[in-house]
């Protein structure tokens, strides 16, 4: 959909992401064995046709900049157009403690100038592989001010996240954060629609009003005033901001039908490539139900997990139900059970580590674990 | 365009005859090695991690893969303001236009090309060999002999001297003979056919040769020969490490299962030396709870239930419960049905072998199964 510019809103982002979310922000946190949180979204958006997407930064962004570069893997390095990253304002000493509609006003310039006249606001949590042009579409021949996308789940107990009550007609009646009272399957996925008029005017009228959050106060507060529609996507979610969903999720990729419908139902999942050779099995590995990228070279044990790109685990060492990332490094005799490591762990020889599935044993990047 | 010190030529147009239906569509350095690469990623990486940024690729036969596959040469970075990667296919000028009727006539054919960047030295390299290979300290050595030419040269097993240009040389390292196949040899080190020329003196030998009715116009035939006549400053460059030139089906597959070696002399996990290659964005591969696998290269975007061992994979091949991979080379996006059982063989891309098939031999000949193709 050419009309449409894509806003990845990375501020105020909801983090429980505990140790992986120590140096980066969640946008950045490592998924599914090769990918970063935000390249499913971003991917979406180019699969679904658009050519220009802001992402709106706020914290501990290194990585996730050293991750987007100038947007080439997912065909975003336009002439016209294509990838921006818009860091927050921080002119004076507590703009940055401000809130997004704050921020989005302060690039209202960028906004104005974009040719498209539509604005697909998104988080970057969402783990989902989704078409939005139909949404798109469904928004530009409906009379809402806002669409909003949503998925009915039963699955999503562990993360943290919004659920919305629509009537008969498809309106949005009702929304409640996590913690609300609120019975009801259809869980919000954060993706916003509406023109840029809509947008520009929502973000000037609150702001003057003093508020300065973008779901919080211009929607929520307004949701009388407002005509939100809903707008159904039935593909496969995950939303990624617990340990626990995290955990949760990742296993999920062990299963044929999700691998399915995530790396491959609309599109294509881009992300920044290392180069690794093919992974290596050697004499006396054995490996069962696993999910495993380029680079790994595997001797050992490896059974239910997730193995990121350049893993290595030696002879000897056993390793169940984990997630392992970029360049651990697992010596011989180990035995790891339900855990996390971030990425460049070493585990020395011997060590036993064990977590539990509801807490999975998890470790900090670059950390030696057995010294 | 600015002066570069040096240029790379890197010769593309090979037909590799001996690959049989694997070369039917496509040249010889896009033919798939080492589970996701091209042959030619070896001597594009091997450029850019040289500090080499303008390579000039020929093209002759079937080049439309290739041409595709090198773009604009971005995932060897050779994406550049200046210089580059620039792709030569002979081309038609005002008094006529030619085919390439050699290595050498090649070059000459693009003096204009080279000349743009008004280079001191030029590296003519060939895209059909697989090694990993520093051409600047090569260059050092040429600069610090004050050489004409320097030629890279490796240790080949006396045996199979006569499969090689042969190189005598002498304490100081200097060619001073030099045989084309040769079946008595007196050496056994062999040219990896990487040359490193002063400009200026290849040019004026490219010039003679061309004016030459008799010459073959080859590099290894005509100007090394002419070169050595003629007393020229000839270098011996050594080098050691992995270097294979993979002409027919049989070495194809042996410098695939080089790679399985416990210390493969050929290492591809250095990060020091990437090899790179365009990337068919698959996600992470996956190994079912029914897989076997032992000693094998598999690739993202795999799909493992059955049994494989001693083998290499490349990017989105299936293999099914029940199935046995053995001693082989899979390329990329070929669907392995249930039950079925492949044996020393090198199996094209996409292609689609059903459920039961029985595929190759224990021993004997390497069995090829092409690209494309349905076997039921």
């Not at chain 2, 004050?146 to 002498?170: C, K, L, N, Q, Y």
């Not at chain 2, 084309?180 to 400009?199: C, D, H, I, R």
């Amino acid at each position: 959909m050419k009309r449409a510019m894509g806003v990845i809103n990375l501020i105020n982002e909801i983090d429980f992401l505990e140790v992986l979310s120590r140096n980066r922000c969640v946008a950045a946190v490592p998924f599914g064995g090769r990918y970063r949180l935000i390249d499913f979204i971003l991917s979406g958006m180019v699969n679904s046709g658009m050519s220009k997407v802001a992402v709106f930064t706020h914290a501990k962004y290194r990585a996730l900049l050293d991750h987007l570069g100038s947007g080439k893997e997912w065909d975003l390095d336009r002439k016209r157009g294509g990838l921006f990253v818009l860091p927050p304002n921080t002119e004076e000493h507590d703009e940055k403690a401000k809130g997004d509609l704050y921020q989005f006003y302060c690039q209202r310039d960028y906004f104005h100038r974009s040719k498209q006249d539509v604005v697909v606001i998104t988080r970057s949590h969402m783990v989902c592989n989704i078409d939005l042009e139909p949404a798109i579409q469904a928004h530009l021949d409906g009379d809402a001010d806002i669409t909003m996308v949503y998925k009915r789940t039963a699955d999503e107990t562990l993360s943290r996240n919004r659920r919305i009550r629509m009537d008969e007609a498809g309106r949005v009646v009702e929304m409640q954060d996590h913690n609300g009272r609120l019975v009801s399957d259809n869980v919000s996925m954060e993706i916003f629609i509406m023109t840029k008029a809509f947008l520009l005017d929502l973000v000037e009228t609150s702001l003057a009003q003093g508020y300065d959050h973008f779901f919080r106060d211009a929607i929520m507060k307004n949701m009388d005033r407002l005509k939100i529609a809903s707008y159904e996507y039935t593909g496969y979610l995950g939303i990624i901001n617990t340990i626990q969903s995290y955990y949760h999720h990742s296993m999920n990729l062990l299963i044929p039908e999700v691998r399915r419908e995530l790396f491959y139902k609309n599109g294509l999942i881009y992300t920044k490539i290392k180069d690794e050779p093919p992974a290596r099995y050697l004499d006396g590995s054995s490996v069962q139900n696993a999910l495993i990228a380029n680079g790994c070279v595997v001797e050992g044990s490896v059974e239910n997990c997730i193995l990121f790109r350049g893993v290595k685990i030696r002879a000897g060492a056993v390793v169940r139900n984990s997630i392992i990332l970029q360049n651990s490094e697992i010596y011989t005799g180990v035995s790891i059970t339900n855990a996390i490591l971030d990425k460049d762990v070493k585990v020395l020889e011997g060590k036993v580590l064990q977590g539990d599935p509801t807490a999975p044993f998890l470790a900090v990047k670059r950390s030696i674990i057995g010294q | 365009m600015q002066r570069k010190e040096c240029v790379a030529m890197l010769l593309a147009g090979g037909e590799g005859r001996r690959l049989g239906a694997l070369t039917e569509q496509i040249a010889k350095p896009a033919v798939h090695f080492g589970g996701k690469y091209r042959i030619i990623d070896f001597t594009l990486s091997n450029c850019t991690n040289s500090g080499i940024d303008a390579v000039g690729v020929l093209t002759q036969y079937q080049p439309l893969v290739l041409n595709s596959y090198i773009g604009i040469g971005s995932p060897w970075d050779l994406d550049r303001k200046e210089g580059g990667v620039s792709v030569l296919p002979p081309y038609m000028k005002s008094a006529g236009g030619d085919w390439y009727t050699g290595t050498a006539n090649a070059i000459y054919q693009n003096i204009g090309f080279v000349e743009q960047f008004d280079p001191e030295y030029l590296l003519v390299i060939s895209g059909d060999h697989i090694y990993k290979m520093d051409y600047d300290w090569m260059l050092q050595a040429h600069k610090e002999n004050h050489a004409d030419a320097t030629i890279a040269v490796v240790e080949v097993p006396w045996e199979e001297t006569s499969r090689f240009g042969i190189m005598r040389t002498d304490e100081a390292g200097r060619i001073i003979e030099f045989a084309e196949k040769p079946k008595n040899a007196t050496s056994n080190l062999a040219s990896m056919g990487v040359y490193m020329f002063t400009w200026s003196v290849l040019k004026d030998y490219l010039m003679k040769d061309a004016a030459n009715p008799d010459s073959s116009n080859d590099f290894g035939k005509d100007i090394i020969p002419k070169l050595l006549k003629d007393h020229a400053n000839l270098l011996a460059y050594r080098y050691e490490g992995y270097w294979k030139d993979v002409g027919t089906i049989h070495s194809l597959w042996e410098a695939n299962m080089d790679l399985l070696q416990e210390m493969p002399s050929l290492n591809l996990n250095d990060h020091g030396w990437r090899i790179y290659s365009q990337n068919p964005n698959q996600p992470a591969h996956y190994i079912a709870p029914t897989a076997q696998l032992s000693n094998s290269l598999v690739n993202e975007g795999c799909e493992v239930a059955g049994c494989v061992d001693h083998s290499v994979l490349f990017y989105g091949v299936q293999v099914a419960e029940e199935s046995h991979v053995i001693d082989s080379v899979i390329m990329p996006n070929v669907k392995i049905g249930r039950g079925a059982v492949i044996r020393r063989s090198i199996v094209g891309e996409g292609t689609i072998i059903g459920e039961g098939c029985q595929i190759g031999s224990v021993n004997g000949e390497i069995t090829l199964i092409p690209g494309g193709k349905t076997i039921l």
